[in-house]
């Protein structure tokens, strides 16, 4: 049922995509009254699941979800068609139009993307506001996993800026050592400033998976499982748990270190019970369980920074997210490129878009991830590859420069040649989910 609940979001998602993205193409291109022979969603080699003709263009869904298209009459694009562009061009024609007009058409559907992006942006300020946590509430500060500790960080420390940047909200501080090359951060432990290197490892260790860090939260107990042993022994709901057998442990990710090293035993648990303290005796299951799931609630644990905005204050606000979204995507390459970081090792495909949706369906969520994917979308269909919007935005540019075209036997031969590296990174990409499925 999960698989089931990711691919249906997935594909709702891709569709509106793809649907907005040749929306933006197909628009330009009927201002300048330029014929578009078909707009489909999904691609339709040898038959489609579904099309209708209106006016002069095919609407269709194909079968193959693998991103739709336009196809707008006299342009070399992924149909190949050279019978019609061996004719004499016609006015209707893409070819016929000047230069500034095919310009204006191949942006046409990246421009759409970056549009979607900031108008989903702004809908969910507007429907759910703003939530999240300042780095300065924070208040029981990190739990530092093994990377972390690696480079010097302990339990408990509370990151106060990264070089002289401090982050809006804790959870924007991996992601800024990741983008921004950060050469120090400095902690605040026990009431003293630490300034820490950050080295330059950690970020290839981090786009391997290694944790840094976690936000730490004390061990609250909210719910038990069945036959919970510390349920027997009398720790009830509420209760704060402070220390095994004498051990310290003020944040919840210590419990599971400690309580591996005591399977099997009894451990006395100390606890805060509504400011009385105790002591009660617990058994350990093989396992090394107690039996207590934790209050992981940010909304109860924590001090969250809300806003709500009206309808009109939204829009720039939407603006300004989709801009600093589009930056850090943008951003992402550098680490992509970089073969220091192994980040291309990294890159997913269809398996690792589908599982950044959660398994249930949550509108919060899954308008986010589409906004997010729509600026993926309209930043790799940018690149000058050809056989991309880039590409031909790029002989569009050299045209309007230079005052020719490239012949179209050279248009001809890059879309070739752009497809052949599409496919070869699609094939890489997928490539890569596939050998994580085996690890």
């Given at each position: 049922?999960?698989?089931l609940?990711?691919?249906?979001?997935?594909?709702?998602s891709?569709?509106?995509?793809?649907?907005?993205?040749?929306?933006?193409h197909?628009?330009?291109?009927?201002?300048f009254?330029?014929?578009?022979?078909?707009?489909?969603?999904?691609?339709?080699?040898?038959f489609?699941?579904?099309?209708?003709?209106k006016?002069?263009?095919?609407?269709g869904?194909?079968?193959?979800p693998?991103?739709?298209?336009v196809?707008?009459?006299?342009?070399i694009?992924?149909?190949?068609?050279?019978?019609?562009?061996?004719?004499?061009?016609?006015?209707?024609?893409?070819?016929?139009k000047?230069?500034?007009?095919?310009?204006l058409?191949?942006?046409?559907?990246?421009?759409?993307?970056?549009?979607?992006?900031?108008?989903?942006?702004?809908?969910?300020?507007?429907?759910?506001?703003?939530?999240?946590?300042?780095?300065?509430?924070?208040?029981?500060?990190?739990?530092a996993?093994?990377?972390?500790?690696?480079m010097g960080?302990?339990?408990?420390?509370i990151?106060?800026?990264?070089?002289?940047?401090?982050?809006?909200?804790?959870?924007?501080?991996?992601?800024?050592?990741?983008?921004?090359?950060?050469?120090?951060?400095?902690?605040?432990?026990?009431?003293?400033?630490?300034?820490l290197?950050?080295?330059?490892?950690?970020?290839?260790?981090?786009?391997?998976?290694?944790?840094?860090?976690?936000?730490?939260?004390?061990?609250?107990?909210?719910?038990?499982?069945?036959?919970?042993?510390?349920?027997?022994?009398?720790?009830?709901k509420?209760?704060?748990?402070?220390?095994?057998?004498?051990?310290?442990?003020?944040?919840?990710?210590?419990y599971?270190?400690?309580?591996?090293?005591?399977?099997?035993?009894?451990?006395?648990?100390?606890?805060?019970?509504?400011?009385e303290?105790?002591e009660?005796?617990?058994?350990?299951?093989?396992e090394?369980?107690?039996?207590?799931?934790?209050?992981v609630d940010?909304?109860?644990?924590?001090?969250?920074h809300?806003?709500?905005y009206?309808?009109?204050?939204?829009?720039?606000?939407?603006?300004?997210?989709?801009y600093?979204?589009?930056?850090n995507?943008?951003?992402?390459?550098?680490?992509?490129?970089?073969?220091?970081?192994?980040?291309?090792?990294?890159?997913?495909?269809?398996?690792?878009?589908?599982?950044?949706?959660?398994?249930?369906?949550?509108?919060?969520?899954?308008w986010?991830?589409?906004a997010l994917?729509?600026?993926?979308?309209?930043?790799?269909?940018?690149?000058?590859?050809?056989?991309?919007?880039?590409?031909h935005?790029?002989?569009?540019?050299?045209?309007?420069?230079?005052?020719?075209?490239?012949?179209?036997?050279?248009?001809?031969?890059?879309?070739?040649?752009?497809?052949v590296?599409?496919?070869?990174?699609?094939i890489?990409?997928?490539?890569n989910?596939?050998?994580k499925?085996f690890?």
């Open positions: 049922m999960d698989i609940i990711k691919t249906a979001q997935l594909l709702l891709l569709s509106i995509l793809v649907i907005i993205h040749e929306l933006g197909f628009l330009f291109a009927k201002l009254k330029t014929r578009v022979e078909k707009f489909y969603l999904f691609f339709d080699p040898w489609s699941v579904f099309k209708f003709t006016g002069e263009t095919e609407y869904v194909g079968w193959l693998l991103g739709g298209y196809k707008i009459s006299g342009m694009d992924e149909s190949m068609d050279k019978e019609q562009m061996a004719l004499p061009p016609q006015p209707h024609e893409f070819r016929s000047p230069a500034w007009q095919r310009l058409i191949m942006i046409g559907g990246v421009l759409f993307n970056f549009i979607l992006a900031i108008g989903i942006y702004a809908m969910i300020l507007f429907a759910w506001g703003e939530k999240y946590l300042p780095v300065e509430n924070a208040k029981y500060g990190i739990y996993d093994s990377l972390g500790r690696q960080l302990q339990n408990g420390d990151i106060l800026k990264l070089d002289e940047t401090v982050p809006a909200e804790f959870h924007d501080i991996v992601p800024e050592i990741l983008l921004n090359s950060h050469k120090e951060m400095t902690v605040l432990r026990n009431n003293e400033k630490i300034v290197a950050i080295p330059e490892y950690v970020v290839a260790e981090v786009i391997k998976g290694n944790k840094l860090m976690h936000l730490g939260f004390p061990f609250i107990a909210d719910r038990f499982s069945e036959d919970s042993g510390a349920e027997k022994a009398g720790i009830k509420g209760d704060r748990l402070l220390a095994i057998n004498g051990q310290e442990l003020p944040l919840f990710f210590q599971a270190e400690v309580l591996g090293t005591y399977k099997s035993k009894e451990v006395l648990v100390k606890i805060d019970r509504n400011g303290i105790k009660i005796p617990v058994l350990i299951t093989d090394g369980k107690i039996g207590i799931f934790p209050v940010h909304n109860i644990l924590f001090d969250l809300e806003k709500e009206g309808f009109f204050a939204s829009i720039p606000a939407g603006i300004s997210k989709g600093t979204e589009i930056g995507y943008l951003k992402q390459f550098k680490l992509i490129f970089n073969p220091e970081t192994e980040a291309y090792k990294s890159v997913g495909g269809f398996i690792a878009i589908g599982n950044i949706f959660p398994p249930f369906w949550d509108w919060h969520v899954f986010s991830m589409t994917l729509s600026i993926m979308l309209g930043v790799v269909n940018i690149l000058p590859i050809p056989a991309l919007d880039g590409g935005v790029l002989f569009l540019i050299y045209e309007l420069v230079a005052g020719r075209k490239p012949s179209d036997k050279f248009l001809e031969y890059a879309q070739i040649g752009g497809m590296i599409l496919l070869s990174l699609l890489f990409a997928n490539g989910d596939i050998v499925l690890k």
